[in-house]
């Protein structure tokens, strides 16, 4: 199994993470043992097998469509890094 | 007064041979002369603790009626949100986290009225089996301060076991109750999946966490049980259905149990002190009436390896929310907003956090969707029809906790798959949503616990707790000497 430092730095870029030169190739050393460690899972022949999401079966959880108090807008953006205005500011993303 | 279990606090308490404010007291008199050896906590309210102790005992004094677990001190792991309390899941991304409300099961010990002492320090997003991937501090294992407490739910543990809190919450991912509990011979609960609300947990896994008790004894164990269980809307994976109690159900006769004894469970990799504690827990279940052989579960080592594809992916989707923007930590220097979001979550996350971050996105990206995610779904199917079938024929399930006794700080920090190896015993009842409670059935050489987990069936607490109460009176307790 072998994961190169391009394709760990492709998995960051989907990740959005930022990956220093040593942390790449530490990555790149970890995830080959951990992803050869799950290649464990092809001994298993799993042809037809339906694939488990939950361990309790269990459809969608409807509610009746009533107005309920909701939280305070205020106390909501008090965690925000940078808020204003009753909203999140972020870097300019349109020119 | 630290010593008392929660339900000896609570009858104190009721029959007013004392106060919560003597007993908050007490906890927080410990808490001042153990934990700079101990540090299972992260925040410590002091004044808070106080305050809710006077609330409680002028209710009593007026003769109000008054919750279930009046007047008794806990805390919990840090990841449970609690209103205007830091709630920092031990990561610098959400370093100066408060969060707007309670959590459902905050909010139901509220509601009983315990006293809240603070929140516990864990693994960094609960990804971690010995809390030493927590930004701010290692927690220490109490019988012995060079030993790790597990994880991730380790600060629970190790507080339990230091007597500063009657009883804490945890929660469980893949062992992250059982474990620590099993390093720290404390009592841990993981439920069936969808019986406690995980409303106002930060999520990990969302189809394998579960909220759950930490305590001194099964008693303790069933009683916060009984206050946490219970359907909530609020949470969309919440099972409905009404529960009896399970403090109630502990009769301690297990006449005629039929428990299987997995010999995948047993085998190499399971030190030799573990093995000889758990064998002699058998022939004590023997002389109270049960019944056990060895069986097979034969798909259990592939439990691990399905474990980490699936809680991996689900993590790097769950924390995808974690970008500077809506709460914690927002990197300084950034170009755009793409850069804002890679810069402040290579800063604000840790390195295994990271690793699960890469290992998930891997597992779901275009091309290793169906042969590493899918495949382990699939895996897990298998996994639970082997339990259905084991429970065709046996009650419970009785095994190791843990491969071994609390190992060295620093000794498994260097090899991630050597540290997720400690999680063996306990990833399969993750991944089939089953209830298990880890209890100390011995100590090894050094005196350290090993604990003992017995796994039920869907819903099968009362049968799970009700064994380990029979256990329990048959073990001598060892306490640790901080």
């Known amino acids: 199994?072998?994961?190169?430092?391009?394709?760990?730095?492709?998995?960051?870029?989907?990740?959005?993470?930022?990956?220093?030169?040593?942390?790449?190739?530490a990555l790149s050393a970890d995830m080959e043992s951990i992803i050869g460690f799950a290649n464990k899972l092809n001994e298993l022949d799993t042809e037809g097998v339906v694939p488990t999401a939950h361990a309790i079966p269990m459809s969608n959880a409807f509610r009746e469509d009533v107005v309920k108090?909701?939280?305070?807008r205020d106390a909501m953006l008090a965690n925000a890094p940078s808020a204003e205005d009753g909203g999140y500011t972020v870097p300019k993303v349109v020119e | 007064m630290h010593t008392l279990t929660a339900h000896e606090i609570r009858d104190k308490i009721k029959n007013k041979e004392m106060s919560s404010k003597e007993i908050t007291k007490a906890f927080l008199d410990r808490i001042e002369k153990v934990e700079d050896k101990v540090e299972s906590y992260v925040t410590i309210l002091p004044e808070e603790a106080m305050k809710a102790a006077e609330t409680v005992d002028e209710k009593i004094a007026k003769g109000e009626s008054v919750g279930a677990l009046a007047g008794v001190p806990m805390a919990l792991k840090d990841n449970l949100c609690t209103k205007d309390i830091l709630t920092t899941c031990s990561s610098k991304m959400l370093h100066n986290f408060r969060p707007p409300y309670d959590c459902t099961v905050a909010q139901k010990l509220k509601d009983a009225d315990t006293v809240l002492l603070g929140k516990l320090n864990m693994d960094e997003f609960a990804m971690g089996s010995s809390t030493e991937n927590s930004f701010f501090k290692k927690?220490?294992?109490?019988?012995?301060?060079?030993?790790?407490?597990?994880?991730?739910?380790?600060g629970s543990a190790a507080c339990v076991a230091a007597d500063e809190a009657a009883f804490t919450l945890g929660s469980d991912t893949g062992g992250s109750i059982r474990q620590p509990a099993s390093l720290c011979g404390c009592v841990g609960l993981k439920p069936t999946?969808?019986?406690?609300?995980?409303?106002?947990?930060?999520?990990?896994?969302?189809?394998?966490?579960?909220i759950g008790p930490l305590a001194k004894d099964v008693t303790d164990c069933a009683l916060v049980y009984d206050q946490i269980v219970g359907y909530d809307a609020m949470d969309s994976t919440s099972v409905n259905r009404k529960y009896a109690s399970f403090e109630k159900a502990l009769t301690?006769?297990?006449?005629?149990?039929?428990?299987?004894?997995?010999?995948?469970?047993?085998?190499?990799?399971?030190?030799?002190?573990?093995q000889k504690a758990i064998l002699a827990a058998l022939d004590s279940f023997k002389a109270l009436g049960a019944e056990y052989e060895d069986m097979h579960l034969p798909l259990n080592e592939y439990a691990?390896?399905?474990y980490y594809m699936i809680s991996s992916a689900e993590a790097s989707s769950n924390l995808a929310r974690f970008d500077g923007v809506k709460y914690g930590f927002r990197a300084e220097k950034f170009d755009d907003l793409v850069d804002l979001y890679a810069q402040t979550r290579s800063e604000g996350f840790g390195a295994e956090v990271k690793r699960r971050i890469m290992i998930g996105t891997y597992a779901l990206s275009s091309g290793y969707y169906d042969?590493?995610?899918?495949?382990?779904?699939?895996?897990?199917?298998?996994?639970?029809?082997?339990?259905?079938?084991?429970?065709?024929?046996y009650d419970v399930l009785v095994t190791p906790a843990t491969p071994t006794t609390a190992f060295g700080i620093g000794e498994k920090t260097d090899d991630p798959l050597q540290m997720y190896m400690a999680d063996i015993c306990t990833v399969?009842?993750?991944?089939?949503?089953?209830?298990?409670?880890?209890?100390?059935?011995?100590?090894?050489?050094?005196?350290?616990p090993v604990g003992l987990q017995i796994i039920g069936k869907p819903f099968g607490e009362a049968a799970i707790l009700n064994a380990a109460y029979a256990l329990e009176k048959n073990i001598s307790k060892v306490r640790p000497t901080l």
Do not use: W
């Open chain 1, 1 to 25: 199994m072998k994961i190169s430092k391009e394709e760990v730095l492709h998995v960051a870029k989907l990740a959005r993470l930022k990956l220093s030169d040593s942390e790449a190739e």
């Open chain 1, 69 to 72: 108090p909701s939280y305070d």
């Open chain 2, 139 to 154: 927690t220490k294992n109490p019988y012995d301060i060079t030993k790790v407490p597990g994880g991730s739910s380790g």
């Open chain 2, 193 to 210: 999946y969808g019986t406690v609300s995980r409303f106002g947990l930060v999520a990990f896994a969302s189809s394998l966490d579960q």
């Open chain 2, 252 to 274: 301690g006769d297990v006449c005629g149990l039929k428990i299987g004894v997995p010999a995948e469970y047993m085998g190499e990799g399971i030190s030799e002190p573990v």
């Open chain 2, 304 to 306: 691990l390896p399905a």
């Open chain 2, 371 to 393: 042969a590493y995610y899918k495949k382990a779904q699939q895996v897990r199917t298998m996994i639970m029809q082997d339990f259905d079938k084991a429970f065709e024929k």
């Open chain 2, 428 to 448: 399969s009842v993750n991944i089939a949503g089953l209830p298990a409670v880890v209890l100390p059935c011995g100590y090894d050489a050094n005196g350290l």
